[in-house]
């Protein structure tokens, strides 16, 4: 479940077997534990270094904002995927058209929205650090969301 209700169409469905299950569980479980990698990197050094990232590649201006809302800036973009892979570099690979890319960027959106206080449509440094740490904390979620389900699907096989 990618959070965007989005109806795929397929050929067909097969049953899966018990097996398939538990190969899908013990993926699900190496997931977890790199997520819980990206989790225990300190945020404010995971921000501070997408940061300054964005501003080698592409400046910031004096106020050191980024815009998010409307239309997305270049700095936003990069920001979001430099923030992103830090997931890659646990292992775990995000593309956009992925569940768990869609699923990203919804939350991500979801969190800037909470997180814009003052609905400047901007973040600064410090406002992104409770942003990634609900977007790493939601990623985890999901994940152990999908655990739960493939656990229930192995008892009732």
């Known amino acids: 479940d990618d959070g965007n209700k989005t109806v795929e169409t397929v050929a067909s469905a097969v049953k899966a077997t018990k097996e398939d299950l538990e190969k899908e569980a013990l993926a699900w479980g190496m997931k977890k534990q790199f997520l819980e990698v990206v989790h ?13 990232h964005v501003e080698e590649e592409c400046g910031l201006g004096e106020d050191k904002k980024i815009t998010w809302k409307g239309n997305e800036s270049k700095e936003s973009k990069m920001l979001i995927g430099t923030l992103v892979a830090n997931f890659s570099q646990a292992g775990i690979y995000v593309q956009d058209q992925t569940p768990l890319g869609r699923y990203m960027a919804t939350q991500f959106l ?19 650090i409770p942003i ?6 939601a990623v985890i979620e999901s994940n152990d969301t999908q655990l739960k389900r493939i656990d229930e699907a192995i008892k009732n096989a």
Do not use: I, R, Y
Request: glycine share 2%; charged share 35%; with cysteine.
């Open 40 to 52: 225990n990197e300190p945020t404010e050094n995971v921000v501070s270094n997408a940061f300054k």
């Open 110 to 128: 979801k969190f800037c929205e909470e997180a814009d206080t003052d609905k400047s449509g901007t973040f600064s440094q410090k406002e992104v």
């Open 132 to 137: 990634w740490d609900n977007l790493v904390k």
